[in-house]
Nanobody
Framework: QVQLVESGGGLVQTGGSLTLSCAAS????????MGWFRQTPEKEREFVAA????????YYSDSVKGRFAISRNNAKDTVYLQMNSLQPEDAAVYYC??????????????????WGQGTQATVSS
């Protein structure tokens, strides 16, 4: 069955960095656009970043542009989210999602078919 397993969350100080990973299995990773979303208890799940089947095709929310970088390793069926200059408002549970097709990048949750269980990122001030 399809599995998306996130890892790499943790506690970091303001200004620090974290790298999240999402290992995919059970479907064709190389023909699937991928996305990262995040959610806090106070907010709905929001889009963070997406990457197409071509690693050079990426898109970011305005709140993380210039600080976060999404990448993928098709040999390892893994997508990454490098998070730099972290701020307290970046603290959230981060979810990876699989679209299953290539093409345009989606920022809405409805554009993604499979989801991971999430990994917590905590930023201390």
């Amino acid at each position: 069955q399809v599995q998306l397993v996130e890892s790499g969350g943790g506690l970091v100080q303001t200004g620090g960095s974290l790298t999240l990973s999402c290992a995919a299995s059970g479907y064709s990773f190389t023909t699937s656009s991928m996305g990262w979303f995040r959610q806090t208890p106070e907010k709905e799940r929001e889009f963070v970043a997406a990457i197409g089947c071509s690693a050079g095709n990426t898109y970011y929310s305005d709140s993380v542009k210039g600080r976060f970088a999404i990448s993928r390793n098709n040999a390892k069926d893994t997508v990454y989210l490098q998070m730099n200059s972290l701020q307290p408002e970046d603290a959230a549970v981060y979810y990876c999602a699989a679209r299953i097709t290539c093409g345009i990048l989606f920022t809405s949750m409805q554009g993604y078919r499979y989801w991971g269980q999430g990994t917590q990122a905590t930023v201390s001030s």
